[in-house]
């Protein structure tokens, strides 16, 4: 509690300075936070020791149409570089460059006009947009094509075997595997009501076509051949014969998610609003092959809404809902039968996503309905929710477009994108509140952003008009920056005290940047009054300012230029006591 003023007592200076980043929640903010601040953030690649405008946007292309997926594929130590935009896939073959007609090569047309999501395995790039899934290998991009399983091996003419593998759910072919007894013409399938697609045999390593050396009985599942195939010296596996067998909607499972991810070697999917629950995973080693029962219901019909790894597990992560676990997890288990499968854990978390979630540094995180939020606790131990946003819970939930959130990493902040909104939660600044929270900025762009990109530590962004820009330079395109930094409202610790500013005793240390920087003053709950617009090129600035009996004051610092600030003083005396 502060004592009253004494003889001794004459003047009383604040210093603003090692800035965390914006405070839109207390009504009292510490002196290295600001209560208002836009397009200001800390660069940890710069020599800046304080804080400075953020980067432009420099445009790269206008391509007409949204933009829906930006890839980056490395083959052959070459970095190619893939747009999906409106129905169109295309090869950006002089990327960075502005792209001319030919420069932009079709690669697959028919793509979904929604957002699309890629990984790369075995150094195949594989793309889902919802509707198609796509294989490119830096030539080519064409459909999936999925593995052909063994389904049945070991069997006699007349069936049965052993059930070797499912089959597999994104394409229609099987094969089955037989022992021939040199007397049966007759083979019978794992499966009846076959497709018209051709049946293929192999006998004692030699391919025999249909209607040549055998006919097919397609609604029975049987196989004749004209001769019977003669019975193995080891009595193995001597005649494989491959077909067809449809199964409705099965393809649609995988083609028509949206959400995947690469954990233990596999491909895990979910996002098919046909079966909102329900996560699919690839055998191992092979995004060709999703094995008809590699699948499980995740708790309730809610939806899920995002695939994470994080803590060594799979966690999937659904919207609210009142009858069931938002967050449950998977790890890897041997089964004596089944082989390795993936139980699910149900945690004790009801909360759920209403957009994104990402593994942000070793911390993963979703946006409730209530702000950015954490799953932590050990994998052995109850899971917890811990909130990290309550700094900008207040701006970031106003949006009406909140739901609509994307989220990226970028030179180690956080961005989560809303509309034309970016707020950034910095990754080496935290705090301990009732929880460990992080340090955010804010920043507004001149226009809506509708596609995030991070790549090589460069952002991307663009718009539904399909232009793309690249998060540098020192403007918006041909826009300037509007920035500002404005210091807590400060009573100095005297707050029933009326103070006047000591004239000579504020300064604003600046890095010369080039820059004419506003400064103001707001003092209590009047409207700012402009000090005057100063050079930053001497590295600081004596602020002259002058103003009388006031409870709080507010100094805020503004430019159109890229500007930077370390440490701002002002020195204050100390009056009597404030009066009606």
């Not at 604040?14 to 903010?29: A, H, K, L, P, W």
């Not at 601040?37 to 940890?44: A, L, P, Q, V």
């Not at 149409?65 to 052959?76: H, K, Q, R, S």
């Not at 129905?87 to 006009?113: C, H, Q, R, V």
Request: glycine content about 6%; some cysteine; overall charge negative.
């Amino acid at each position: 509690m502060a004592t009253l003023p004494t003889n001794d007592i004459k003047t009383k200076a604040s210093i603003y300075q090692n800035f965390r980043g914006v405070d839109f929640y207390n009504e009292t903010v510490q002196t290295y936070r600001s209560p208002d601040s836009i397009n200001m953030w800390k660069n940890y690649n710069s020599s800046t020791k304080g804080i400075e405008t953020r980067p432009g946007m420099t445009k790269l292309a206008s391509l007409g149409l949204e933009v829906f997926g930006l890839f980056f594929y490395e083959i052959n130590n070459i970095t190619q570089v893939l747009v999906h935009y409106g129905t169109k896939l295309a090869k950006w073959n002089n990327f960075p460059e502005e792209p001319s007609e030919n420069d932009l090569k079709e690669i697959y047309i028919g793509m979904n006009p929604k957002k699309s999501t890629a990984f790369i395995f075995n150094n195949i790039l594989f793309i889902k947009d919802g509707i198609n899934y796509i294989e490119y290998d830096g030539t080519n991009a064409k459909e999936v094509v999925g593995t052909i399983p063994v389904t049945t091996t070991l069997s006699s003419p007349k069936g049965g075997g052993e059930r070797l593998n499912a089959y597999n759910m994104i394409q229609p072919k099987r094969t089955n595997e037989f022992i021939g007894d040199g007397k049966s013409t007759e083979f019978y399938l794992d499966a009846q009501d076959l497709d018209s697609a051709s049946v293929v045999a192999v006998v004692d390593g030699v391919t025999i076509l249909e209607e040549v050396g055998f006919k097919v009985d397609r609604k029975k599942g049987k196989v004749t051949f004209n001769t019977p195939p003669l019975k193995p010296v080891d009595n193995g596996n001597n005649v494989s014969i491959t077909f067809s067998k449809t199964i409705a909607k099965e393809k649609d499972k995988i083609f028509k998610s949206t959400l995947s991810t690469i954990y233990d070697n596999r491909i895990f999917i979910s996002g098919n609003q046909d079966y909102p629950n329900a996560l699919f995973w690839s055998e191992l080693e092979d995004p060709r092959y999703f094995a008809s029962d590699n699948w499980t219901s995740e708790g309730s019909m809610s939806k899920v809404k995002a695939l994470v790894n994080g803590y060594n597990e799979l966690l999937v992560i659904k919207e609210p809902s009142q009858d069931g676990a938002s967050i449950i997890s998977h790890t890897p288990t041997l089964d004596y039968e089944a082989g390795k499968v993936y139980p699910a854990v149900e945690s004790n978390i009801n909360t759920g996503c209403i957009s994104k979630a990402i593994n942000f540094r070793d911390d993963v995180v979703f946006l409730s309905n209530n702000g950015l939020e954490a799953v932590t606790g050990e994998i052995t131990q109850e899971r917890l929710l811990t909130h990290r946003s309550t700094m900008i819970d207040k701006k970031m939930l106003s949006n009406l477009s909140y739901k609509q959130a994307e989220m990226t990493e970028y030179q180690g902040y956080l961005l989560i994108l809303i509309d034309s909104k970016i707020f950034l939660a910095d990754s080496r600044m935290t705090f301990q509140d009732t929880n460990t929270e992080y340090e955010w900025f804010y920043w507004e762009l001149p226009f809506n952003i509708t596609y995030m990109k991070e790549n090589n530590n460069k952002l991307y962004l663009a718009n539904k008009n399909g232009d793309i820009y690249l998060l540098s330079g020192v403007k918006d395109d041909t826009e300037n920056i509007y920035s500002k930094w404005a210091t807590p409202k400060d009573s100095f610790g005297y707050e029933a005290y009326r103070k006047t500013t000591n004239k000579g005793g504020s300064i604003l240390e600046v890095e010369p940047k080039n820059a004419v920087i506003k400064v103001e003053v707001r003092k209590d709950l009047e409207e700012p009054i402009e000090v005057g617009s100063f050079s930053d090129e001497k590295g600081y600035i004596v602020l002259k300012i002058k103003q009388k009996k006031w409870r709080q004051l507010q100094m805020i610092f503004s430019s159109t230029n890229p500007f930077s600030i370390t440490k701002a003083t002002m020195e204050v005396f100390i009056g009597g006591y404030i009066k009606r």
